[in-house]
C-alpha cells in the first residue's frame, strides 16, 4: 500500500476530511500531544484515520490509533488485526488493539452494553498512553439518526442536540461530513475498509433507522432531511449550552451544604427560576455534588417540592434522597456516590 501522503490525487471528499481534522486539531490540541484515532477498520474512521496521519504531523501532533476488538463475531481478532495494519501502514504509531468484555446489565441492551465497554476502553489507553484527545469517526448522517432516535423516544433535550464536536478528550471533526464522502474517500485513496455486518442488520434500531425512515422522509419530505436534523441539533446544542451556563449561575446563589454534608437549595430561590433553568439546577446538583443523572421525570419530581407543595415526603432517586425542611430542599446520598450515575439518564446521550 502506497502511504496516503504520497497520493498525489486530492478529490474534494478527500480535502473536505483532512480540512475538518485540521480545524479540530488546531482548535482542540496543542503542539506536541498525541492524539489517537479510535479505529474500527469501517470507512468512516478508516478516512479519519488517513485524514490524521496526513494532518497531525503538519499540526505538530502525534498520532496513534486504538482498535476495540468487542469479541461479538468469529472473526472479530482478524477484523481488528487488519485495522491495525492499515494504521501502522498510513504511519500511525502507537498503534494499540484492545479487547473488551461485553457484558450487559439491566436495561442495558447490546448496543449500549458495547458502546459502554468501548467507551471505558478508549479512556483507559489515551490515558495509558498519555494521548491528550481521541478523535472519533462520527458522520452527519451519525448525528441525524441520534436526533431522530431520541424525538422518537423521547429522550429530552440532551438527546435532541445530539452529539458535540467536543466531549471532554473525544473529539468528532467529521459531524459535517456526509457518510458518502467517507466511503468515496476510502476508494480515491486506495483504501479497503471492513463493512461490519452490524451496520446492515435489520435487528438495530439504528439500522432501521438508516435504511428504511430515513429515505422514507427524504422521498416524502424531500431532499435534506440529514442536513436538517444535524442543524436541529446544533440550535438545540447552542441554547442548552447558554440556559446550562445560566444555571450553574443561579445555583451558585440559591445553593449551599448543611452540617450533615446535604446539599440544600433555597425554595424561594427556585421558586423565581423558569422551568427550564429550575429543572437543569436541580439536575446539576444531583450531578455535581452526587456523581448521578436525573431524567426529567426526577427533576420535575424535585422541583415539585418547591412549586407544589402539600406536604409531600421524600422523593427516592437512584442514590439519593431528597426531601424538604422548611424552606430548603436537601439532598443526600442513600449509597455510595457514582454508583447509581448513568443508569438513570434517560434523557442523556
Known sequence: MVPVSDRPRLTPPVADIRRAVR?????STAPGDLVLVALSGGPDSLALAAATAFEAPRAGRRAGAVIIDHGLQPDSAA????????ARELGLD??????????ETDGEGPEAAARTARYEAIEATRKELGASAVLLGHTLDD???TVLLGLARGSGGKSLHGMAIETGALLRPLLGVRRADTVQACADQGLEPWIDPHNSD??????????RVL???????????????????????????????????????????????????????IVTQPP???????????????????????????????????GQGPVDLPGIRVERRQ???????????????????????
Not at 477484523?79 to 492499515?86: I, K, L, T, Y
Not at 502507537?94 to 461485553?102: A, D, E, G, K, S
Not at 438495530?204 to 435504511?211: F, N, P, S
Open 79 to 86: 477484523v481488528a488485526e487488519r485495522a491495525a495494519s492499515q
Open 143 to 145: 448525528q441525524a439518526e
Open 202 to 211: 435489520p435487528a438495530y434500531t439504528r439500522v432501521r433507522v438508516r435504511e
Open 94 to 103: 502507537p498503534v494499540i488493539v484492545v479487547r473488551v468484555t461485553v457484558t
Open 23 to 27: 480545524g479540530v486539531l488546531k482548535g
Open 215 to 269: 429515505p422514507m422522509l427524504e422521498e416524502e419530505l424531500g431532499p435534506g432531511i440529514s442536513e436538517a436534523l444535524a442543524r436541529t441539533a446544533t440550535t438545540l446544542r447552542e441554547d442548552s449550552e447558554t440556559l446550562d451556563a445560566l444555571a450553574l449561575e443561579w445555583a451558585h446563589e440559591v445553593v449551599s451544604t448543611d452540617a450533615d454534608g446535604r446539599i440544600s437549595l433555597d425554595v424561594g430561590g
Open 327 to 349: 424552606n430548603q430542599i436537601l439532598f443526600g446520598a442513600t449509597e455510595p456516590q457514582g454508583s447509581a450515575g448513568d443508569a438513570a439518564a434517560a434523557d442523556t446521550e
Open 276 to 310: 427550564a433553568l429550575r429543572q437543569r439546577i436541580c439536575r446539576i446538583v444531583a450531578e455535581q455534588g452526587f456523581g448521578v443523572s436525573l431524567s426529567r421525570r426526577h427533576t420535575m419530581a424535585v422541583a415539585a417540592l418547591a412549586t407544589e407543595w402539600r
